[in-house]
C-alpha cells in the first residue's frame, strides 16, 4: 500500500513512522520542508506539493492544523484536488469544525473519488504506538477499504455516521476535557 501524509507535525510525524514500522510506503508532504527531514531521514518519500503527493500514491492521509488549512492542500493551486484523482480514497485525520468534511468530501467525490473523516483520539505516544481512537465519519463501504490501513494507527475504529459526525464525537469528546 502506497500511503501519502499531507501534514508533517507531531501527530503526522507519529503516523507516518507507525505506518513506515509496519511496513508502509510512505511519501510525505508538509508547507515547511524542514519539518518533514527526519522522516525523509528515516525512508519516507518526499513530495514537493500536495498534487504530487496524490500522483504518487493509492491512500492520501491528511493531519492538519484546521480548516484553512484543509482548503489549502485539497482545493489549492497545487492541491491534492488540483490533478486527476478517480479512485484514489482520501481520510482526513484532522480535528476541524464539522462542516469542513462534508464540504471537502463533496468536491473529492465531485471528482471521482473516495473521502472517509477520521479524526482521532490519543496524543503523540499512542500514535507512535498504533493505539488511537478513530472516529469516522463517511461510507461504510469506503470504510471498508480503508480499515487495514486505519487499523495500522488506530486501537479501536468507530463509524460514527455520516461526513460530519466524526469531527461531532471527536469536539463532543474533547469538550469535558476544556
Not at 492541491?79 to 464540504?103: E, Y
Not at 463501504?141 to 466524526?166: T, Y
Request: aromatic share 4%.
Amino acid at each position: 500500500m502506497r500511503i501519502g501524509l499531507a501534514g508533517a507535525g507531531k501527530m503526522g510525524s507519529a503516523m507516518a513512522r507507525r505506518l513506515m514500522s509496519s511496513g508502509q510506503q510512505v511519501t510525505v508532504w508538509n508547507r515547511t520542508a524542514a519539518r518533514a527531514r527526519g522522516l525523509l531521514d528515516e525512508g519516507a518519500a518526499w513530495a514537493s506539493t500536495p498534487a504530487e503527493l496524490v500522483a504518487t500514491c493509492d491512500i492520501v492521509l491528511t493531519m492538519l492544523i484546521d480548516d484553512a488549512a484543509l482548503d489549502e492542500v485539497y482545493l489549492g493551486a497545487d492541491g491534492l484536488l488540483s490533478r486527476p484523482v478517480a479512485g484514489r480514497l482520501f481520510i482526513d485525520m484532522s480535528t476541524v469544525a464539522p462542516a469542513q468534511p462534508q464540504k471537502i468530501g463533496a468536491r473529492v467525490r465531485a471528482a471521482g473519488a473516495r473521502f472517509l473523516e477520521c479524526p482521532v483520539g490519543g496524543s503523540v505516544g499512542p500514535a507512535r504506538e498504533g493505539r488511537l481512537l478513530g472516529f469516522v465519519g463517511g461510507d461504510a463501504e469506503d470504510l471498508a477499504s480503508a480499515r487495514p490501513g486505519l487499523e495500522l494507527l488506530c486501537r479501536r475504529i468507530e463509524h460514527v455516521g455520516p461526513l460530519g459526525a466524526g469531527a461531532t464525537m471527536k469536539l463532543a469528546i474533547n469538550l469535558p476535557l476544556m
